[in-house]
């Protein structure tokens, strides 16, 4: 750095021969001599300031411009970083969309395929369930035409079984018509007297008495029949004769050489009992116990 320049001050001139100046023109020159000397170092007292200003300034630029450059430098590496990582993210961004790119593009071919195996197996499925209901429909058909004939078999049983019904009715009328009172064979008028599997039916239906079914064969002990026991004495099946033995309310009674459908009557605490037999085999017969529903005590 160069040194600071001072104003070069001529020397002054030399005195002239003249006269000395008054006692007053001394002092005035005195003043103005201590004046122009202040003034001169005044101004040199100014001057060295300014050249220590210039030296402060000169070395503050320079540590200035060093900043700037470091702020330049580190700008520069800044930006540089910068453009490196947003090409990183640029190229990380291609690299993302072609891969998706790629994975939509493979969506769409598996969903296109998928899509073709589907519309086949529903094609395949709707044929199938077409023959199916074709199938089924002539299978109904079928069962309607058999349904059909049923129901015809079915009309011709019903009329059948109207016909056997108006049959039934005009039996059940005739064995109603058919039952009887007769006398027992102690002489009091019996209740009404069945002969048959259908007439014994309709004394049970009537309720009047109570109806017990029995088949009877030729043995040694007695056989329960209700309250009562029985046993088969001897039987003669050309003359439909028979003998049996009653036991009854501790009572033993025999009746001999009876006939079929001839009620054969007892009395159980005072109760009127009737049996009578309607078939007559060898060493067997079947009748039926005719007895009231409630018992006169």
Known sequence: MSSPQYPYAPPPPPPSYVLPPPPESNLKLALAAGAIVASLALNGFLLFQVHD???????????????????????????AAQRKHVEDLREELENRSRQLNQAASQAKKEALSYSD????RLEAEQQKNTQQLSSSIDTVKQSADSANAKVADVNSNVETVKTDLNATKTDLSQTKSSLQRVAGDLGATSSLVATNGS?????????????????????????????????????????????VVLVADDKTVEKKDKGINEPLQFYVSKSMYEVVVNTVGKDQITGYLSKPKYQNR
């Open 53 to 79: 200003l210039k030296t402060e300034t000169a070395h503050n630029q320079e540590i200035i411009q060093n900043e700037i450059d470091t702020i330049k430098e580190n700008s520069t590496v800044m930006t």
């Open 117 to 120: 195996e589907q519309a086949k």
């Open 199 to 243: 007439e014994i039916a309709e004394l049970k239906r009537r309720g009047e008495r109570d109806i017990v079914e029995f088949s009877l064969k030729k043995q040694k002990a007695l056989q329960k029949v209700s309250d009562i026991s029985l046993r088969l004495e001897k039987t003669d099946p050309k003359k439909n004769k028979f003998t």
